[in-house]
């Protein structure tokens, strides 16, 4: 890759790669020391700026869940270069003003998986990184001008509550994490988020509503058609949000002093003579650069 200030990820469905424009792509296998990741990763360049998509599920949708390697995803994209995620990914709505079709620009997350691997981290190397503002502000300001710039109904901040899975909520469920002041809720962006954090990438989601969870009244009437209908809008909306995020985040350059960027200069806990060789050699990527001070 050439030198970019900044290098753009894409997280999501497969639909969201397919941009008029986008040149010299290429699929290109990545391994990781933390296992598989989803897939290859697809490189191409559009007007001259480099991007990297990555379906999360893998192309075909094969992976559900709970069974995503997300440490592998992220390990990957950082491995090649990457300094930028944006995630796209469905969710369902929790307020009645987010209907179908919107986009939600969160800002906040509540974890409410548990049976996903959430650090890169762990016995022989601690760490513990800052969660209190969890997606990238300054990413987050490119992605509301470009949905601007496009036309596009996005909605600046939200919380996305995150459910483990594969079964949606109970009604119960719904109603309590929209007590809790919830928005949107989904499957995906945890433990994303925390290990782009730890991986010291600016991270941000784009959530696109499908339907509502539920809670709403109307949700038992909403039919198959409907949803595919408002996926594959949607599909075309973020298409045209990258087209117009891309070159944003490419040349600003402001981007290298980011915090995100530093986001392990003082979290490693454990003593430099304590330190797991084994762990060392797994996180040449993600901290290589606090541990090859």
């Known amino acids: 890759m050439t030198k ?15 941009i008029d424009g986008l040149t010299n792509k290429h699929w290109k296998k990545v391994s990781s020391p933390f296992g598989e990741p989803s897939d290859e990763l697809l490189f191409g360049e559009l007007n001259g700026q480099q991007l990297v998509f990555l379906p999360r599920h893998g192309r075909g949708h094969k992976i559900p869940p709970s069974e995503i390697n997300f440490r592998a995803n992220i390990d990957a994209l ?46 022989g190397l601690v760490a513990h990184v800052s969660m209190a503002h969890p997606v990238c502000k300054r990413l987050g300001d ?5 949905a601007k710039e496009a036309g596009i109904s996005a909605l600046r901040g939200g919380t996305y509550l995150v459910m483990e899975g594969p079964q949606f909520s109970s009604l119960a469920e719904s109603e ?24 010291e990438l600016c991270y941000a989601t784009v959530a696109m509503v499908t339907d509502y969870d539920c809670w709403h009244p109307d949700h038992d009437d909403v039919t198959v058609e409907q949803i595919i209908k408002v996926l594959l809008a949607n599909a075309d909306k973020a298409r045209a949000l990258v087209k117009h ?15 995100c960027r530093s986001a392990l200069e003082y979290a490693l806990i454990t003593a430099p003579e304590a330190r797991d060789s084994g762990m060392i050699a797994r996180l040449d990527a ?5 541990l090859n001070k």
């Open 176 to 199: 309590l994490y929209r007590s809790w002041g919830c928005d949107v809720i989904g499957m995906t962006n945890m433990p994303e988020a925390k290990l782009a954090r730890e991986a």
């Open 245 to 259: 995020v891309a070159p944003r985040a490419g040349a600003d350059h402001k981007a290298s002093a980011c915090s």
């Open 4 to 18: 970019q200030n900044s290098i753009l990820g894409i997280i999501g469905g497969s639909g969201v790669y397919d």
């Open 78 to 123: 950082k491995r090649v270069g990457v300094t930028d995620v944006i995630s796209v990914s469905a969710v369902g709505s929790l307020r009645e003003h987010l209907t179908p079709g919107t986009f939600v620009i969160v800002d906040q997350f509540i974890d409410r998986t548990f049976a996903r691997n959430k650090s890169f981290f762990g016995t």
């Open 286 to 290: 993600v901290a290589g650069r606090v």
């Open 142 to 146: 490119h992605i509301e001008l470009a």
